[in-house]
């Protein structure tokens, strides 16, 4: 039996090494390959998605998420911006749509919880997505430092954070959501985000101001979709979303740092480039 756990434990680590060279990799390559690389990680989170409400009884829609994630993703990857602005918010549209008529179409139960669950897993899929954005946002290689840095700081920020928060435990951030998380844990974890994008002055063209706040934006974010995971996780009674990596939990609990700070890092880039264009 020993043999047996130290296997699956070692098989484990194997495909998290794997999946991680997988990731780091696919913002070197090219777009063919990012984009299959997502299409595997949208289907392998919304499998861990659907088992986590399994035990409430509420199953969110089969394919429905994949489908208009997999849509997103090659239009995140391949297309213009304008033809990605003319997509991206229909298809948000439709999914909600749909979320709804093929709970009433069929009879699913509990109604409101099936089209609420299915929309918030398209909703996760679309922010998680905006990665792609990030590796294309600039046309040169900039862009791959700009995504390095930005994994960094989230890495970073969520290291320092579980090492120093436990110091002081007086004050909590969210205790009914997470026990764990305190308020100095907090504060560092927005600090080292912070040093962490100053990196950025010397490689791309904003001021230190500038980078000071895409750290904060980045770490403010980073903990709102770790909290919202945990939130989802303490509402089904779980510890962790899945078993993917082992005891480390599953992918959306090693992705849910990205969730909400990769839209928030795209767009604070985005609106600091167009204000300098005026």
């Known amino acids: 039996m020993p043999i047996i756990t130290m296997f699956k434990k070692f098989l484990r680590y194997a495909i998290g090494f794997v999946l991680l060279a997988a990731i780091i990799a696919s913002f070197i390559l090219n777009k063919v390959f990012l984009f299959c690389v997502s299409v595997f990680f949208i289907i392998i989170a919304m499998v861990e998605y659907r088992n986590m409400f399994k035990n409430m009884n509420i199953h969110p829609h089969k394919f429905l998420p994949e489908l208009i994630g997999s849509i997103s993703a090659y239009t995140f990857t391949f297309s213009s911006e304008a033809i990605e602005q003319s997509i991206i918010f229909p298809l948000i549209i439709l999914g909600t749509i749909l979320s709804f008529s093929i709970t009433i179409v069929f009879n699913k139960k509990p109604y409101l919880e099936t ?109 709102l979709g770790d909290l919202t995971v945990s939130l989802f996780k303490r509402s089904l009674g779980l510890k962790h979303s899945g078993n993917f990596f082992y005891n480390y939990g599953g992918v959306l609990d090693r992705m849910d740092a990205f969730i909400f700070s990769a839209p928030a890092a795209y767009y604070f880039l985005y609106y600091i480039s167009y204000s300098a264009i005026f």
Do not use: R
């Open 115 to 223: 089209s609420l669950s299915t929309i918030s897993a398209i909703l996760m899929i679309m922010c998680g997505l905006y990665i792609i954005k990030l590796t294309y946002y600039f046309e040169d290689n900039t862009s791959a430092l700009l995504v390095l840095i930005y994994f960094t700081a989230v890495l970073c920020a969520d290291f320092t954070a579980s090492k120093i928060g436990p110091l002081y435990k007086k004050i909590k951030l969210a205790p009914d959501i997470s026990p764990n998380k305190t308020l100095l844990g907090a504060v560092i974890h927005v600090i080292s985000s912070c040093i962490t994008c100053c990196f950025l002055e010397f490689y791309i063209n904003i001021s230190l101001w500038q980078c000071i706040l895409l750290g904060f934006f980045i770490s403010v974010f980073a903990q």
